[in-house]
């Protein structure tokens, strides 16, 4: 892969520049792995689970081998590896110091811990991928529980990250299904980018959107040789997820990857956290709120917003009653998430009425966004039915019971205007809830 537009100005006034030193995506890329740790160093600490350092572990450390460079490791031992604090903190108490460079063989939550001991030691990161599940090849964040909450914490890109084929394409189904339905999400998230960006004046980069929308729609001109694990299938969603990852390098924000559909799968991370709920992978969450969102989005294309009902409706609105909800519904999770509101007062009334009336003013701008980037929800599930993925909450384990609280808490999960706090905005919460969740 090719950085699009490195280090050139743009015409949204910043300049775009790309973290990832190097994508290798190829059959039999492993092999080439010693030559990419030669650049950086001469001694390897190699990170994995059980899991995948049989699906490519092995291999690295075979190669590495053979190319005498020596290597040090530590394989997690759990079945289930939570990307948590004591998750990083065994990869710190065993990390080697006489390494100079890491090597994560993973996908999410290895990745993630890979590049936050990249960060602490400095060290420079290469990262084999086991599975196209995920968009944080390429992102300069992970995603990890602190404290219960489903955080975004400051890392590093890898230096080089290395997707052999022929290991991706074996990958479980399930992570292939996952790897898709991270890229749907991308429907929400530029359509609410630009919304943003007409509501409450948030930087936007047409260039940045227009990579994603075309990496979008080459994954899903190959959903169907993702099925029969084609490579050139695997590798458009690869390709596409690491895109997703230096999109969001390119703005400085994760608004070209992530959206209100993402916040849902961040709430029932954290439900899953106080409350023991099942959790499914990230990318089949995502996909399953791309699939609610898609819906909610599909009745707001035919609501006339009603400036008297909108202010009726905030008035109304019991800021202490939500904020137990949150509470009840997502346990001390919660607490982070209204001292955020402290700070932020999305929920004042003079701040609501200034955005209510750039909406009533800019609602056919606001549409046209809508039905230029997000298919109907009846086009999202017809993918999700073709890759064979789950396409409700009862298929990973939850209920749609939660899909009212969920949606209300999604509100408050980051500083970012999602289809939530506009539907508060416009006051049809409950409109969108009755109807979508109904279809």
């Known amino acids: 892969m090719q950085s699009h537009f490195e280090k050139t100005e743009c015409t949204c006034g910043r300049k775009h520049i790309n973290p990832v030193g190097e994508v290798i995506a190829e059959r039999g890329a492993i092999r080439k792995l010693p030559e990419a740790i030669s650049r950086f160093g001469t001694r390897v600490f190699l990170l994995a689970d059980k899991n995948t350092y049989k699906a490519a572990g092995e291999s690295a450390c075979a190669a590495l081998s053979a190319s005498r460079i020596p290597y040090s490791s530590y394989i997690f031992k759990t079945d289930t590896l939570e990307p948590d604090e004591a998750a990083v903190g065994a990869a710190v108490m065993h990390y080697d110091p006489s390494c100079d460079i890491i090597c994560a063989v993973g996908s999410g939550v290895i990745n993630d811990i890979g590049k936050i001991l990249s960060k602490i030691t400095g060290k420079p990161y290469v990262v084999v991928a086991t599975a196209p599940s995920m968009d944080g090849y390429a992102s300069e964040t992970s995603s990890m529980a602190v404290d219960g909450l489903k955080v975004s914490l400051p890392t590093r890109c890898a230096d080089v990250i290395i997707g ?6 074996k990958a479980p189904l399930r992570l292939l299904q996952a790897g898709l339905g991270d890229m749907l999400a991308k429907y929400i998230s530029i359509a609410e980018w630009r919304i943003a960006h007409r509501i409450t004046g948030e930087y936007y980069c047409e260039r940045v959107a227009e990579l994603i929308r075309k ?3 080459r994954c899903v001109e190959n959903a169907e040789g993702l099925l029969k694990r084609e490579p050139e299938a695997v590798k458009a969603v690869f390709e596409g997820l690491i895109l997703g990852g230096v999109a969001m390098a390119y703005a400085g924000v994760s608004r070209p990857a992530s959206g209100v559909e993402h916040y849902f799968s961040h709430v029932w991370d954290m439900r899953g956290l106080a409350k023991g709920t099942p959790v499914a992978l990230h990318g089949t969450q995502c996909a399953i709120g791309t699939l609610l969102a898609a819906r909610f989005y599909d009745v707001l294309r035919t609501i006339s917003p009603d400036r008297e009902k909108a202010i009726s409706f905030v008035s109304a609105f019991d800021y202490k009653t939500h904020a137990e909800n949150l509470r009840a519904f997502l346990g001390k999770g919660a607490e982070a998430m209204i001292q955020l509101e402290e700070k932020e007062q999305k929920y004042s009334k003079t701040g609501h009425a200034k955005r209510l009336s750039v909406i009533l003013d800019a609602w056919d701008e606001i549409i046209e966004i809508i039905n230029k980037e997000i298919p109907s929800s009846d086009e999202i599930e017809g993918i999700l039915m073709a890759i064979g993925a789950p396409r409700s909450l009862e298929e990973i384990g939850l209920s749609s019971a939660i899909i009212p609280e969920t949606f209300s808490a999604s509100r408050d999960i980051r500083d970012k205007y ?21 279809k």
Do not use: Q
Not at 418 to 438: C, I
């Open 215 to 217: 990496a979008v729609s």
């Open 164 to 169: 052999d084929l022929d290991v991706l394409a």
């Open 418 to 438: 999602v289809l939530s706090r506009l539907a508060w905005d416009l006051g049809v919460m409950d409109e969108l809830l009755e109807k979508g969740v109904r």
